[in-house]
């Protein structure tokens, strides 16, 4: 049996780890959440923050999520997935297919950003409440503007993808889930937390968004996770937080 | 002979389509920059917004730069060089070495877009004149800790590269020249640009980057394409620009 894939990101959100502990989850990988283990047996905090700030790590990365594997360190949420991705089962085999899958996967970190700066414009060091007038102004253009732009590329995938005519539950690419279709069921969750007003009128006009996210929570495994200890409730320090001053 | 690659970007700023140009620039890649292209050639602006808006693109990028080679329409500047890389010798041959050179190449992406919110933190469709306040206090923020932080850890980066030992000009990954340190040699002309006082002064703890900078600067088919009109001079639209008042 191989040994199971290391994931490191900080303990008490879901954040950007999500999206690789959705893949992990869902193909029924062995992995240890290191950060949230414990101390003593060499997990917890400090061996997260080894690989981001011990001088040893030849190959530091730049932040969290992080995954070991053997000998391979790599950060980058959309980079581990593209490496998971083929040993997860978690995408189609050509180049194309994976190239396509992995600009997906850049495109919903463009838009994670969007909405981690939705609630911190002007630093993530500083507080919400040292920033909330910029605040109100960036949710403002976010909601009106971004929010259905890109909801709009989402729904135009869908519909593009000729696999799809006649299925219930479509995907992003090909006949099969991939950790694209993972990450943007996950995105409709945050999205549905964060900004459930806002989100629910823009959703009017992705339906096959939504399709996508009902076929998405059907899968076993990941149901089971999702019903499990092991996710961790949306709260007020992740990419998505809810305050009521920036929906509407 | 292979037919050229089409580059597809908006004609009148660097942008992020610069970090691809310097890529086929380097390589002695043939290539069109479509958009700057003669519309009665089938170029111009209206080949580029083909891709971006018509129904009929089954795998449409969500924006700009998008690289068109053959049937393959691929869009995001890293997913751009992560596929040229290997065509344009410009990246390591092994699985772990490309990971790394695309990990670098994704912290890049990031630096870049908090380079554009400095002077753009509520909504990339106002002008700079109606964020003004947000951006002078993004940008500070941006001075005081995104920026040194992201040259410490490029420096940390070319430091930790075991084949840079003894080498008056160090590459990230290596010792070949790859487009992450194209992208890197980019960084520097745009801090340069956009923030003369704070780039100088964050500089001298990072004398790796700038010397990784002044290697690139000397590679042959680059120092020619930098003193041509294919380079189009930083401005006031682009991701790097230059607001006194957002320097200091």
Same mark, same amino acid.
């Given at each position: 049996m191989r040994k199971p894939? =290391? +994931? #490191?990101?900080?303990?008490s959100i879901q954040g950007?780890?999500?999206? %690789?502990? $959705?893949? $992990?989850e869902a193909a029924g990988a062995p992995y240890v959440d290191v950060a949230r283990g414990p101390e003593d047996a060499g997990q917890g905090m400090p061996a997260l923050t080894h690989y981001l700030q011990d001088a040893s790590v030849a190959r530091p990365p730049f932040a969290c999520p992080l995954l070991v594997d053997g000998t391979l360190v790599l950060g980058q949420t959309a980079a581990i997935l593209l490496y998971l991705g083929p040993r997860l089962g978690l995408v189609a085999a050509g180049e194309a297919d994976? $190239?396509?899958? #992995?600009? %997906? =996967? +850049?495109t919903i970190a463009d838009f994670v950003t969007e909405v981690h700066d939705s609630h911190h414009p002007i630093g993530s060091g500083l507080y919400y409440e040292e920033q909330r007038a910029a605040a109100k102004r960036r949710a403002a253009d976010f909601r009106r503007h971004r929010l259905p732009k890109f909801l709009a590329w989402f729904e135009a995938v869908l519909e593009r993808n000729p696999k799809n005519k006649g299925r219930a539950a479509p995907h992003l690419v090909g006949v099969k889930l991939s950790y694209a279709d993972l990450s943007l069921f996950q995105l409709v969750e945050g999205l549905r937390y964060a900004f459930p007003k806002a989100s629910e009128r823009a959703f009017k006009q992705t339906p096959r968004v939504l399709a996508l996210h009902a076929g998405v929570r059907q899968h076993k495994r990941l149901a089971a996770y999702l019903a499990s200890e092991r996710r961790i409730p949306f709260n007020q320090q992740g990419i998505f937080r809810r305050y009521p001053a920036l929906d509407g």
């Open positions: 894939y =290391q +994931l #490191h990101y900080w303990p950007r780890g999500e999206f %690789i502990r $959705l893949a $992990l994976r $190239l396509w899958t #992995h600009q %997906i =996967q +850049l």
